[in-house]
């Protein structure tokens, strides 16, 4: 048994909180982990707060040039009295094979030692999995420890129960979901991985392809990029639901005749056009539906032949975009907001329906095997008048059960419908300063104390807070380096300046030669 670093003085305000006395100055930071003994099991703690037990007089703080400490020597006191501490702590838990991840509720006597947490014994009581187990996610380590203490999410939680990272702009949060995109492919996971990427920073993940450290035996992951225009969705392929979705603000009696040319259509293959025709054969022989018809045709030519993504022709199968060890990403640079609303509202229904189509043995597309989607930008896509928010909620609600699992990334987490927010059952929040940020993230996740929210504006980047169900309680943690480049980097204006300035003409016109070519190719 390691040396104590405090005795427990007493109960704190909460029922869950003691405080504990420790002479202590520089291990027991706000959010470190300590325990004490119940019945033979360690109950592990977390540092909440740390209050000097005694202050110096500000007389002894008058002259900066001077030391309180010179002073307190100066006149015969035992400096060691202003060297101790009450810590404020909340109890977690102790791990039982049977039972699991257990709060006892029960403080600790006054009196009783405190210990500093082993590293073991964090891993043992607070993590669900250990690196390189099958069903690992090795996002990190625990931020107060100079020592690497594995911090280990349980992919199966995190993908079955939907996760979230929320962050404000260059706190890290792209870069963190690389790291765990390269977890999802490593062979212990195999993921089947959809990025729908409105910025293109996810590209450098294609370096996984050649990196030892992704393969196992046979197995060697794949990651496919998609550019604007290589995402076809053949128009006969589209639920009745997913039309209606796409065409905004139809009248009732629009949808009355749209469902009817939709059952004469269905059960072969039918284009755009077809659909058209068949509504201006209505408008020239029925009258009094001629404005409904040209309403629907309008919309029809505006939402789905305008649409990038649609085509009366092509058409890429689920199959193509997801398979086990496979990481497909969409670039949406290119798209305007709407047509990645769309694309998304089409693409996670199809998904849902191909998966509930092979859980219940139903005809239709169907993919055997669970999928997870990372959205960046989420707001775009999960804020109440997106195209794509009933679908989202209903994914965020059902999905679980069928193999569909979500991450949300935002660095508006206030613009997130609260509702959707709340079934991430994982979240990871780094650096937010904005007040409303923060109080949504209050409101909507339980997992998250007051006293952890107070911690978020003093993260820098690259830390940040990880709770919920994959984890047995919430941790502060630094992420771990990728192992592909990050390609969200920001531009190094000064230096790109400087760089311009001195070269010639002729340079010059190479580089926007260069440049405009690289635009059409892409």
Known sequence: M?????????????????????????????????????NGKKVICRVVKRYPLRLYPDLYLSKPNVSPERIVRALGINAKEFELFEVRASIMGYYDRKLGFVNPRIPPKPGQPIYLAEAETIQEVLMKK???????????????????????LDSALVTSEHMCILASTGSGKSYLAGVIAEELLKPYNSGALLILDPHGEYHTLKEIE??????????????????????KIRVCELDYDELVTLLPRLTDKMEALLNEIYRDLSGRLWTSEELIERLEEIAHQEPSLRSTAYGLIWR??????????????EHIELKELLKPGQASILQLTDMEEIEQQIL?????????????????GRNGEKLEYPVFVIIEEAHRFASRDARSYGVLKTILAEGRKFGVGVCLISQRPSKIDSDILSQCMTQIIMRIVNPADQENIRNSIESIGRDMIEELPGLTKGQALVAG??????????????????????????????????????????????????????
């Open 2 to 38: 390691q040396t104590p670093i405090g005795l427990v003085k007493g109960p704190a305000d909460s029922p869950l909180e003691f405080k504990f006395i420790t002479p202590d100055k520089t291990k027991l930071k706000s959010g470190e982990f300590v325990y004490y003994i119940l």
């Open 130 to 152: 250990r690196v390189g187990e099958v069903g690992s996610l090795h996002i990190g380590y625990l931020l107060n420890r100079d020592e690497d203490v594995p911090v280990v």
């Open 210 to 231: 050649g990196l030892d450290e992704f393969r196992l035996g046979d197995y060697v992951p794949r990651v496919r990029i998609f550019g604007k225009g290589e995402i």
């Open 300 to 313: 029809i030519r505006r939402y789905i032949q305008g649409m990038n993504v649609l085509d009366d022709y």
């Open 344 to 360: 998304a509202c089409v693409l996670l229904k199809k998904i849902l329906n191909a998966r509930i189509n092979a859980e219940k």
């Open 469 to 522: 169900v994959s984890i047995n309680a919430p941790v502060l943690i630094r992420v771990r380096e990728r192992l592909t480049k990050h390609g969200g980097t920001s531009k190094d204006a000064p230096k790109e300046w400087i760089t311009w300035r001195s070269l010639n003409k002729e340079e010059k016109a190479v580089i926007k030669a260069k440049q405009g070519r690289l635009f059409w190719e892409e």
